[in-house]
């Protein structure tokens, strides 16, 4: 009976159809699986940023640094990594060729993806049920380095991918192996190969053979596991004179450093292991010193790296036993020149940052380029000066009646400045003593009243600016309060009696400095003037503005005015003329008004950041010293000679050397709370301040800052030829009082009349003879004197705090 297809039993489907079905959806699930992929991955594309391949190098995160005048490497900034850009051509081949061998090795062949090595990861990982073997390539790594991030997820492997089709279409496979050795991780904070070398070897990467190239090409695949070393604790018993020290940032969660590892720092420090700065601040509890042991872990992966390199013929037979069978040998590389103090990178940081911010970065932007932008940048510090005045102010011999505070600083406390005038560099700079390491309070920018060595550059400045001589005449005595109802009183109550500003000055006299103040703004040669004791026609604010005017012109930045607080405030006699400010001034500042003086009467501010270049070598800043004539070459010499006198003759004894003209002036102010002395040579200017943090009364006076100034200069000066201060035309000489003085042509002594007077026959006089020019100006004597009586009684208010107290 034959069957027909009506015949064929209901609900039955061939075997054949079934499975033409289950093709089709099949086939239809991975259309539309793929069609999904596809929208997914080019979803991942377009939301990618656009890169720029060729501009890899501004990607790359380096570290900047500073050096001295001469080129020499004084500090490596580093924050949270240390990076160091090297050229593809001084790198050596073996390193290039090992990082391939073991990491890449088909680099060269494929276009940024390696599919076979793909396969064969994808079957390896399937089989083992993980994920270990990623298959990226060093493109797709580059990729991540500069432009991902180091998460593991599918979508930034598929945006690796993305990439590194990009770089390999912009970039040579030099330029992408330049790239990706100068930024990849080493472990230790260190990223690429130049940082790692000189951070494990204490070499550049040109200078490695290949033992040390293939332990270095093996540590990127899991660097905290292969690094090439790790730390462990010193222990007494440890050879310590031929142990590799690292020191360790302590935290808050930190132990504090125990008397025994005190004591291993201090013989570390006598063996030379760490310096004088690193033992305070390990003394400091800000570190602590371990000890470097070689990590045999990473020796494993360093035979494995030559057993590649051997199997792919990149090395000969012999080369490949050699490299196994050399002893490695950890040699920690500094970042920073030992023997000196931070203080002054410090500053150029700080200073970097402004400069920065003025060519348009945001502050944040200016930190970031400041450690990650690779800048080289140069200063004008003189690296024996510098440890020169870095190892006197340690001394403390210096600081008698010293102490700890509370928080373990030792006190007193010091900071000195040294600058050329002629150039207007910063050769050194020291904030404190005994105290060490970064964000710490650098004394050297903290303003401290000046006490009298304010006077200079404020009082006889100015005055000298308003026609004032060396020869004029006025009385140091005690002024009589019922005139002017406050009354200055002079250190030890001495005082001279009649005599010439030269005088004052040399003797510090502060009721001289008071009156010479007043008169800046007075009509020296008016009849009112000349035949008082005190001149009787002047104006207060006038006076006071034109010292203020003065110290803002020569760098003085902290000078407190009526605007910024009208009830409390430095626009007054007693501030401006014996030092008592709100605020003060700082030893940066004060050293940088007296270049004025040393410098023929031009002002420029110092400088601590001559020169910054781009990583790619652009000069990127040049400095350029504006100088400002402040006053003539005649008054800065004339001013000069007066304070040669001081160091001669006056209050600045224990400044004076052999082998050097000085010039200088001391400070002290109330209750000896601050000592100075700033000064200076045909040479360099220099300040000194000595001070407790929280204003205690110290021990001493004046004349030891002095004294420490001249240990500080005579030092620096001790291979200098002998200078003196040049005398410049326009200058002549007169005997005034005796004594033979010095004048600019066209300037004569004022009030020479006064000569012999004597306070109650003086006041005699003017009692009993009124001139016509008295009489004619009565109203405006009037004004002036109930001005004057508000003056000292505000002045009598400030005068707990700016007494002069020279020894």
Request: charged letters at 25%; hydrophobic letters at 30%; aromatic letters at 8%.
């Amino acid at each position: 009976m034959k069957y027909s297809k009506n015949n064929k039993p209901r609900g039955m489907i061939k075997l054949s159809s079934v499975l033409k079905i289950l093709i089709l959806i099949v086939v239809a699930a991975i259309i539309i699986l793929g069609s999904m992929a596809t929208a997914i991955v080019l979803g991942i594309f377009k939301k990618a940023p656009v890169i720029d391949p060729s501009e890899y190098r501004s990607q790359l995160s380096e570290t900047s640094r500073i050096y001295t005048n001469d080129g020499k490497l004084i500090e490596t900034l580093v924050s949270d990594e240390f990076s160091e850009f090297v050229p593809y051509e001084d790198i050596p081949k073996n390193l290039v060729n090992a990082i391939v061998a073991i990491e890449d090795e088909r680099f060269f062949e494929h276009s940024g993806v390696d599919y076979k090595r793909v396969v064969g990861a994808l079957i390896h990982d399937l089989k083992t049920r993980s994920f270990d073997q990623g298959a990226s390539t060093i493109t797709m790594q580059l990729a991540k380095n500069l432009y991902t991030s180091f998460s593991k997820s599918v979508v930034r492997k598929i945006t690796d991918v993305y990439y590194s089709y990009q770089i390999e279409e912009d970039l040579t496979k030099e330029q992408i192996l330049e790239a990706y050795l100068n930024s990849a991780g080493f472990s230790k904070g260190t990223v690429g190969v130049q940082a790692a070398a000189k951070t494990f070897f204490n070499k550049n990467v040109s200078e490695l053979d290949l033992a040390e190239c293939a332990l270095l090409a093996g540590v990127t695949n899991l660097p905290e596991k292969y690094t090439p070393y790790n730390t462990q604790e010193i222990s007494p018993e440890d050879d310590l004179g031929n142990i590799e020290v690292v020191l360790l940032p302590k935290n808050e969660n930190s132990k504090p450093n125990s008397d025994e590892i005190i004591e291993i720092a201090k013989s570390l420090n006598e063996l030379g292991q760490i310096d004088n700065f690193d033992l305070i601040q390990i003394q400091n509890d800000l570190m602590v010193p371990v000890k470097a042991v070689f990590n045999k872990t990473s020796q494993e992966r360093q035979k494995l790296v030559l057993k590649k390199m051997h199997e792919q013929n990149l090395i000969t037979n012999e080369e490949y036993e050699n490299a196994l069978n050399e002893k490695i040998d950890i040699n920690i590389g500094s970042r920073k020149e030992s023997g000196i103090s931070s203080f002054y990178t410090d500053v150029v940081q700080k200073n970097t940052i402004k400069i920065l911010m003025n060519s348009g970065y945001t502050k944040e932007e200016a930190t970031s380029k400041l450690f990650n932008g690779g800048l080289k940048i140069y200063t004008p510090m003189d690296i024996d000066i510098q440890r020169t005045l870095e190892q006197v102010v340690s001394n403390p011999k210096y600081y008698y009646g010293g102490f700890t505070d509370k928080n373990g600083v030792i006190q007193p406390q010091v900071a000195s400045v040294i600058i050329d005038q002629k150039t207007h560099e910063v050769k050194a700079l020291v904030g404190g003593r005994n105290v060490s390491g970064g964000r710490l309070l650098n004394r050297a920018l903290v303003p401290r009243q000046p006490g009298s060595s304010i006077k200079p550059i404020s009082v006889y400045l100015t005055a000298f600016n308003n026609g004032a001589t060396a020869g004029d005449v006025y009385l140091d005595s005690k002024m009589p309060e019922k005139i002017f109802g406050y009354s200055p009183r002079n250190s030890g109550n001495y005082y001279q009696g009649w005599t010439t500003i030269r005088n004052l000055l040399r003797q510090s006299s502060n009721v001289g400095a008071f009156q010479v103040a007043r008169d800046i703004s007075a009509d020296k040669d008016a009849k009112a003037n000349k035949n008082s004791t005190y001149s009787k026609v002047y104006n207060d604010e006038e006076s006071i503005n034109k010292m203020v005017d003065t110290l803002k012109s020569i760098g003085v930045s902290t000078i407190v005015e009526k605007k910024d607080n009208p009830t409390w405030n430095d626009m007054d006699y007693s501030p401006l003329t014996l030092g008592g400010m709100s605020y003060g001034i700082s030893p940066f500042e004060m050293a940088g008004a007296f270049t004025t003086l040393a410098n023929e009467g031009k002002y420029a501010n110092p400088y601590v950041v001559s020169k910054i270049e781009s990583n790619t070598g652009e000069v990127i800043y040049q400095v350029d010293p504006k100088e400002e004539e402040i006053t003539t070459p005649q008054n800065a010499y004339i001013l000069t000679d007066m304070l040669r006198d001081v160091v001669k003759r006056g209050t600045g004894r224990n400044a004076s050397f052999a082998g050097q003209d000085i010039a200088g002036k001391t400070g002290t102010t109330n209750d000896k709370k601050d000592v100075w002395f700033v000064g200076y040579t045909p040479y360099y200017t220099c300040s000194v301040w000595i001070g407790n943090d929280k204003n205690q009364k110290l021990s001493f006076g004046s004349t030891q800052s002095a004294y420490l100034w001249k240990q500080i200069m005579r030092a620096v000066h001790e291979d200098l030829d002998k200078k003196e201060f040049e005398e410049p035309n326009g200058i002549y000489t007169k005997y005034v009082n005796g004594r033979r003085e010095l004048f600019a042509d066209g300037t004569k002594p004022h009030y020479t009349n006064k000569m012999g007077w004597y306070k109650d026959s003086q006041e005699k006089k003017s009692e009993d003879k009124k001139d016509d020019n008295d009489k004619n100006n009565d109203n405006e004597k009037k004004s002036s004197n109930e001005n004057e009586s508000k003056t000292r009684k505000k002045s009598s208010s400030k005068s707990i705090i700016t007494d002069e107290n020279e020894e």
